[in-house]
């Protein structure tokens, strides 16, 4: 936090004394980069809002962000980047040389969900598109990745036109799937990190519903859950209904194992620690005088660190494998406990970095519009961006989207907003877009600017 004490301390003197700014332009740099920072996002304003509403209007689904992309690619290309596209099937990598400094990756995610929008803002999305197995589905920006995308476009305007202040390489990339967590490691997978410059560091924001539009949410360590999907297949050994005695009656095992998993997080887990074992769904049998073979459940886990996590995997598997054996079920009958790909480690935010980019954020957005925000259940494929042998420092925060009005009569009522995921969520794009556009900058100007490092004893 010192620099930041002395930056304003020395903008404190600066201010108070007129002669001194004018006689020393270049040392007032910090102040008169915001302010050309702000007018250039002013100016953009009104190109990211139509930019932003036709995403809006025709959201795409996961892996299958062929316009978005083009888009992207488009933007970035008339900017001066190198662009390659199809990086991880719809993945867009753009890279900006910009002389000797750090290498930042900036990432938006492209993907919008399989639901029917009804937030009734006039731009709403009536769309019905085909998601990545074929099947039409109605599409929504519900998570705001729209606003992301429109975000990274100004982020690029702003950046590409500011060239003399920063310097180093600046890599965006956009993102495609991130709502089934598998576009980030796709797009690992084919070189992000091999085929393009190394990054010293990786960002990204989220627009939220949980905070009022334009407020920036950050936390050090971990800041969204780790997720796991699991499925259990329960079998057992199938009959007639009116002769129990001669089967292993799969649905009354399942139901024991869905009442012992409610005992993990009350009794294993230590307190304190946060975990989510649901069970969402449970099928099983056809008909009432039947004893089925078979019981499929369906969890998910959520967590907040990985050793919490191996802990509830494994006392999931010991729960099915014990109960399955103390109802007798055959050795070659145990239940079959299964990871699917729908899985995500926690989301930590590397503290320095976290630091630096909150102290730029109190600067540039003023500390009344910066809030420490604890984590949340929900998760996020970003956290792959840190988690390959590099160990890459990474920090993502959240852009606030909720009307303030609504976010705070939600405060006196009770009724909570209109979540991310919702049909009926709508971030306001003002200040929502320019909160996104100017945090992004600022973190950028803050890694690769040469604003600090032109105060007055500098030179
Ligand atoms: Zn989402
Ligand atoms: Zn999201």
Same mark, same amino acid.
């Given at each position: 936090?010192?620099?930041?004490?002395?930056? #304003?301390?020395?903008?404190?003197?600066l201010?108070?004394?007129?002669?001194?700014?004018?006689?020393?332009?270049?040392?007032?740099?910090?102040?008169?980069? #915001?302010?050309?920072?702000?007018?250039?996002?002013?100016?953009?304003?009104?190109?990211?809002?139509?930019?932003y509403?036709?995403?809006h209007?025709? &959201?795409e689904?996961?892996?299958?962000?062929?316009?978005?992309?083009?888009?992207?690619?488009?933007?970035?290309?008339?900017l001066?980047?190198t662009?390659?596209?199809r990086v991880?099937?719809?993945?867009?990598?753009?890279?900006?040389?910009?002389?000797?400094?750090?290498?930042?990756?900036?990432?938006? +995610?492209?993907? /919008?969900?399989?639901?029917?929008?009804?937030?009734g803002?006039?731009y709403?999305?009536?769309?019905?598109?085909?998601?990545?197995?074929?099947?039409?589905?109605?599409?929504?920006?519900?998570?705001a990745?729209?606003?992301?995308?429109?975000?990274? %476009?100004?982020?690029?305007r702003? =950046?590409?036109?500011?060239?003399?202040r920063?310097?180093?390489?600046?890599?965006?990339?956009?993102?495609?799937?991130?709502? %089934?967590?598998?576009?980030?490691?796709?797009?690992?997978?084919?070189?992000l990190?091999?085929?393009?410059?190394?990054?010293?560091?990786?960002?990204?924001?989220?627009t939220?519903?949980?905070?009022p539009? /334009?407020?920036?949410?950050?936390?050090e360590?971990?800041f969204?859950?780790?997720?796991?999907?699991?499925?259990?297949?329960?079998?057992?050994v199938?009959g007639?209904?009116?002769?129990p005695?001669?089967?292993?009656?799969?649905i009354?095992?399942?139901?024991?194992?869905?009442?012992?998993?409610?005992?993990?997080?009350?009794?294993?887990?230590?307190?304190?620690?946060?975990? $989510? $074992?649901?069970?969402?769904?449970?099928?099983? /049998?056809?008909?009432?005088?039947?004893?089925?073979d078979?019981?499929?459940?369906?969890?998910?886990l959520?967590?907040?660190?990985?050793?919490?996590?191996?802990?509830?995997?494994?006392?999931?598997?010991? %729960?099915c494998?014990?109960?399955a054996?103390?109802? @007798?079920?055959? +050795?070659?009958? =145990?239940?079959?406990?299964?990871?699917? &790909?729908?899985?995500?480690?926690?989301?930590?935010?590397?503290?320095?970095?976290?630091?630096?980019?909150?102290?730029?954020?109190?600067?540039?957005?003023?500390?009344?519009? $910066?809030?420490?925000?604890p984590? %949340?259940? @929900?998760?996020?494929?970003?956290?792959?961006?840190?988690?390959?042998?590099?160990?890459? &420092?990474?920090?993502?925060?959240?852009?606030?989207?909720? +009307?303030?009005?609504k976010?705070?009569?939600?405060? #006196?009522?009770?009724?909570? $907003?209109?979540?991310?995921?919702?049909?009926?969520?709508?971030?306001?794009?003002?200040?929502?877009?320019?909160?996104?556009?100017?945090?992004?900058?600022?973190?950028?100007l803050?890694?690769m600017?040469?604003?600090?490092?032109a105060?007055?004893?500098?030179r």
């Amino acid at each position: 936090m010192k620099p930041t004490h002395i930056t #304003r301390a020395l903008h404190a003197v600066l201010l108070a004394n007129t002669i001194h700014i004018a006689s020393v332009a270049v040392a007032a740099a910090p102040e008169e980069l #915001r302010s050309l920072v702000t007018g250039r996002v002013e100016a953009e304003y009104s190109s990211l809002f139509s930019i932003y509403t036709n995403l809006h209007a025709h &959201p795409e689904l996961s892996f299958m962000e062929v316009k978005t992309a083009a888009l992207v690619a488009g933007e970035l290309r008339g900017l001066g980047f190198t662009v390659t596209e199809r990086v991880g099937k719809t993945g867009v990598v753009g890279v900006l040389n910009n002389g000797a400094g750090p290498t930042v990756l900036v990432r938006a +995610d492209m993907d /919008g969900l399989p639901i029917k929008e009804n937030s009734g803002v006039p731009y709403a999305s009536t769309d019905v598109v085909k998601d990545i197995s074929g099947e039409d589905q109605p599409a929504m920006h519900g998570c705001a990745h729209d606003t992301h995308i429109a975000g990274l %476009i100004g982020t690029a305007r702003v =950046l590409a036109s500011l060239k003399d202040r920063w310097s180093g390489t600046l890599v965006l990339i956009a993102q495609p799937a991130e709502e %089934i967590v598998a576009g980030a490691r796709a797009m690992l997978k084919e070189g992000l990190y091999t085929r393009f410059p190394k990054p010293d560091f990786a960002i990204a924001l989220h627009t939220t519903s949980i905070l009022p539009a /334009g407020v920036i949410g950050y936390g050090e360590g971990p800041f969204l859950a780790s997720v796991n999907s699991m499925d259990i297949l329960v079998r057992g050994v199938g009959g007639h209904g009116s002769a129990p005695h001669t089967t292993k009656d799969p649905i009354v095992l399942a139901s024991q194992i869905v009442l012992a998993l409610q005992t993990i997080v009350s009794r294993e887990v230590k307190p304190g620690a946060t975990a $989510v $074992v649901t069970v969402g769904t449970i099928r099983g /049998g056809l008909k009432r005088n039947v004893i089925s073979d078979e019981v499929k459940l369906e969890l998910t886990l959520r967590a907040f660190d990985d050793k919490v996590m191996e802990q509830l995997i494994a006392s999931i598997r010991r %729960i099915c494998e014990g109960l399955a054996r103390a109802a @007798g079920v055959p +050795d070659n009958r =145990l239940p079959v406990v299964t990871l699917t &790909p729908e899985s995500v480690g926690v989301t930590s935010n590397d503290p320095a970095l976290t630091r630096r980019l909150t102290a730029a954020f109190n600067e540039w957005l003023g500390t009344d519009r $910066v809030k420490l925000h604890p984590p %949340i259940t @929900g998760a996020e494929d970003f956290s792959e961006f840190g988690r390959t042998a590099e160990k890459l &420092p990474i920090c993502m925060w959240w852009v606030g989207g909720t +009307d303030p009005a609504k976010f705070a009569e939600s405060g #006196r009522t009770g009724v909570p $907003v209109p979540s991310n995921h919702s049909a009926t969520f709508a971030p306001v794009p003002e200040p929502t877009l320019k909160a996104c556009v100017t945090s992004m900058t600022a973190a950028v100007l803050e890694l690769m600017g040469n604003a600090r490092t032109a105060q007055p004893k500098a030179r």
